[in-house]
């Protein structure tokens, strides 16, 4: 009797994937018969004619051959053409898809099928269209056929790289964790956003009263991805002023986006902690700048360089675009999502919107870049990590916070990207019900974004001009802006093969010029020919004029600078100053930017490249407005308002964040939640523990794919080791496990944006 269950069962599976493909068949064989008739370039009959019965053959024949061709050819043409950077990959969908359509063609008996190259680009695409709805229409009426074809590509890439599969037992096992970060989006715009329709899916989870519950939390002084994620994935962010400093011990710009300058923050942080990361037992890390310790990576900025079988330049798109419906479909969305901005850059500028910035060059592309092709990119890897029953799975949308830069946090613009954004939580929530494992879904973000008018743009000045104004050094006539410095911008170029540089300085400064960066609302001043950190005393002797001029200023907050008499100093306008050590939240210069902002100054001021000058802009307590720095109209990386109070949306059936603190580190957390970046870590890191128990490696070889157990990890200095994997945990520390040794980063080397995502399943429904 069991055996003909099974059999009765195996069949009627069988008789359905028969029916799906002969309804897809049909179904692609009746568009190629309307598009002969609409398209005068396009047919399926002789030159003479052909009767019904010959035309709708020749019809099945050349959707036959299309498909097979599609299953067989496309994936092989996509691995050949990993070499062409991703966007002009993109950019070849519809001609490679024009391509196998014309064979297709000729493969039509009598040669009946004829076609220009023009029109088969527009009839290919069609199909694929077509054929796309029509498969995911049938998936919908057989979740269970969709979620074993997904489980059987996640299970055959697994047994392919050698990585064991999770021991979870199973929906009845322990519990999955996927994190997914909303780059950008602040505690206060996704309450509204809930409230105000634009994310269903969001106030679904709010309104459940078994479902999600709400807490912000506080970013430290720099309020950005770069510490903000270094911290969440591998538990310290210390000595990471700003999202760009200058290190005078090696005369080089650190750059969060420049891949060398991650993979050497990522190498600091695993020293610093003897942790390999978040998640370094079976995770997935996706579309971040850090790896937080996983095997399996997909546009991982820090891994970028690294070589090796699978982690060869774009391979992290190769598992995405190997399905040609996929090419298509985002390829079209690329394309809307370009004229959608100059749509509405041209009514900005009609409208005479104010604040607004340049929008024109490659912005378009840049932006679509980020919130078309980086976004369903990563949406497919975790529906394939999560099919796969990986434990754990990390990974960054960063759609929004590109948008906010310039449409700016609040605006319509961004308004649709979160609309969007809601919409591939609902689809992964909707796999999770599918998943051979149970899972735990957690949003998050790592900062906000305080809207603004630019300082450049207020004052006319850059920063750049009043620091050399302040030293008495020539300033340009013309002020140059200052250019975007959004995450994705460095990921296009890195993509395009284009250097990337330190965006406001060389790589190399001057010794005789000020280096002046900015991240934000927040700059950096380095005097590249003063030894250590320059202390007020030999700044006032060398450029009297400057320290009160940008104190005075009316676009800047205070400053925090060395004094070789009373330590570290805040210095403010109408001559304030009051030594570090006496800060005091509602006080002084840091009065209007309320709690916990002396404490994040204090921490940065004990870091060891913490620039000799650090200028926060101004904050209107009233308006939520700063002064960004750089050419965004939305901004983050320093304090004032919403960019340093993002959001954690947890489900209730784990641990409270602050009782888990208040067990851990009663002091890392305030009323209203966890404050720091590191103290967030460790909620995100007890949680998984509580789903699933110590997180132990299960084995040497399946945890790292390379290297012996012990291997030493190289830190800043060299010498560094991490105790061997399988030591025994603490009760509230994660145990260690050590990681491959990586190559050293080189200076200014650009790397590659994408790394190692052959294991992500290609494909997302609907």
């Not at 650190?254 to 003897?274: C, D, F, G």
């Not at 208040?662 to 523990?689: D, F, K, M, T, Y």
Request: some cysteine; overall charge neutral; charged content about 20%.
């Amino acid at each position: 009797m069991r055996w003909n269950g099974v059999s009765d069962r195996r069949w009627r599976r069988a008789g359905g994937t028969l029916l799906r493909v002969v309804s897809v068949w049909v179904v692609s064989s009746l568009t190629l018969l309307a598009l002969a008739g609409i398209l005068p370039d396009f047919q399926l009959q002789a030159d003479d004619g052909d009767t019904v019965t010959r035309t709708a053959f020749t019809a099945a024949w050349g959707a036959g051959a299309f498909g097979l061709l599609s299953a067989l050819v496309w994936p092989v043409l996509v691995r050949a053409l990993l070499i062409v950077p991703a966007l002009v990959l993109g950019a070849l969908v519809f001609f490679l898809n024009g391509s196998l359509l014309l064979l297709a063609l000729r493969l039509i008996p009598d040669g009946r099928g004829d076609a220009n190259p023009e029109t088969a680009v527009v009839v290919a695409a069609v199909m694929s269209a077509v054929a796309s709805a029509v498969s995911t229409a049938l998936a919908v009426r057989d979740d269970d056929a969709y979620r074993r074809r997904l489980s059987r590509l996640a299970d055959r890439r697994r047994r392919r790289s050698g990585t064991p599969h999770s021991p979870d037992g199973g929906r009845d096992g322990p519990p999955g964790m996927v994190f997914v970060q909303l780059d950008g989006v602040g505690h206060d715009v996704l309450e509204r956003a809930a409230a105000d329709g634009l994310m269903p899916t969001v106030a679904g989870l709010l309104a459940d009263e078994a479902g999600h519950r709400l807490t912000p939390w506080t970013t430290d002084w720099s309020s950005q991805t770069g510490a903000s994620q270094l911290a969440l994935l591998h538990g310290s962010n210390f000595d990471v002023p700003a999202f760009r400093w200058y290190e005078k011990e090696t005369g080089t710009v650190m750059v969060s986006s420049r891949p060398a300058s991650a993979l050497e923050l990522q190498r600091r942080a695993i020293a610093r902690t003897r942790d390999g990361g978040l998640l370094t037992v079976d995770g997935a890390s996706r579309g971040n700048l850090f790896s937080g310790g996983a095997d399996q990576l997909a546009l991982v900025l820090s891994m970028a360089a690294r070589l090796g079988k699978g982690r060869r330049s774009r391979a992290g798109y190769f598992a995405y675009f190997s399905d040609p419906a996929n090419a298509v479909r985002t390829a079209l969305s690329f394309a809307a999502e370009v004229g959608r901005e100059i749509g509405q850059s041209v009514r900005a500028r009609v409208r005479k919107e104010s604040p607004r910035v340049k929008r024109g060059g490659l912005y378009p592309f840049i932006r679509a870049f980020a919130t078309v092709v980086e976004r369903d990119v990563v949406v497919a890897a975790v529906i394939g990590d999560m099919f796969a029953g990986r434990t754990a799975v990390y990974a960054d949308l960063v759609a929004y916070d590109e948008v906010a830069h310039h449409s700016g946090p609040h605006s319509r613009d961004a308004e649709k990207v979160l609309t969007r954004l809601d919409r591939s939580l609902g689809l992964i929530l909707k796999i999770a019900e599918h998943t051979p494992r149970a899972y735990r879904i957690v949003l998050l973000s790592d900062h906000g974004q305080s809207p603004g008018e630019t300082f450049a743009g207020r004052y006319g000045l850059t920063l750049k001009d009043l620091v050399r104004a302040g030293c008495g050094l020539p300033v340009p006539r013309s002020a140059q802006r200052t250019r975007s410095a959004s995450e994705a911008r460095d990921a296009v170029r890195i993509a395009l093969h284009r250097p990337v540089a330190g965006d406001h300085e060389s790589e190399h400064p001057k010794a005789s010029d000020p280096v002046v960066l900015a991240s934000g609302n927040l700059g950096l001043l380095s005097f590249p020919d003063m030894d250590g950190r320059a202390s007020r005393e030999e700044l006032d002797r060398r450029h009297p004029a400057l320290l009160g001029t940008l104190a005075s200023h009316p676009g800047i907050g205070f400053l925090l600078v060395r004094s070789e008499e009373h330590g570290s100093v805040v210095l403010g306008r109408g001559g304030a100053e009051v030594p570090v050590a006496e800060l005091t939240d509602g006080e002084g210069p840091l009065a209007p930017f309320g709690d916990g902002a002396a404490d994040a100054v204090r921490r940065t001021d004990g870091f060891p490249h913490v620039a000799d000058v650090m200028v926060n802009s101004m904050y209107d307590p009233g308006t939520g407005r700063v002064h960004a720095f750089e050419e965004q109209i939305g901004s983050h990386g320093g304090l004032g308002g919403e960019q340093s109070r993002p959001f954690l949306l947890w489900p209730r059936t784990l641990t409270d964040p602050l009782d888990v603190l208040a067990a851990q580190a009663p002091h890392a957390s305030g009323p209203a939640g966890p404050v720091g970046a590191e103290a967030v870590h460790r909620v995100l890191a007890h949680w998984l523990r509580e789903l699933s128990g110590p997180q132990v490696p299960l084995s040497q070889e399946g945890l790292t794919g390379a290297g012996p157990a012990d291997a030493p990890f190289p830190g800043p200095s060299g010498g560094v080791s991490v105790p061997a994997r399988g030591a025994a945990p603490g009760p509230t520390a994660r145990p260690v496990r050590a990681v491959e040794p990586l190559p050293a980063p080189e200076g200014g080397r650009a790397g590659d944006a994408v790394a190692d995502a052959d294991d992500a399943v290609p494909g997302t429904r609907g």
